[in-house]
């Protein structure tokens, strides 16, 4: 099983990032995927979710109607559209994949929000 985030970088407030996160070695469809992210010194949090079926959507307050969670299961990827950065937007961002008792995390790719 493998998880892979890319498309983390630095860019200014303001500006936009798309993550991506493919998956293998499991049933992507099949499960649900989301995005967390820690900043320093902070515990983990929920960024978004995306659900199996249907792929109904739910996303933090902090970032409801600035980041979109969506997937293609085609390609075994989900995604993270994130506009309108905010400095507290920094962090490691992580995608993971769960069904039942199975849960799978990925690396995490740097996102730094900074002029």
């Known amino acids: 099983v493998q998880l892979v985030e890319s498309g983390g970088g630095l860019v200014q407030p303001g500006g936009s990032l798309r993550l991506s996160c493919a998956a293998s070695g499991f049933t992507f469809s099949s499960y649900a995927m989301s995005w967390y992210r820690q900043a320093p010194g902070k515990e983990r949090e929920l960024v978004a979710t995306i659900r199996s079926a249907g792929g109904s959507t739910n996303y933090a307050d902090s970032v409801k109607g600035r980041f979109t969670i969506s997937r293609d299961n085609a390609k075994n990827t989900v995604y993270l559209q994130m506009n309108s950065l905010k400095p507290e937007d920094t962090a490691v961002y992580y995608c993971?994949?769960?069904?039942?008792?199975?849960?799978?995390w990925g690396q995490g790719t740097q996102v730094t929000v900074s002029s």
């Open positions: 993971r994949g769960y069904k039942a008792m199975a849960s799978y």
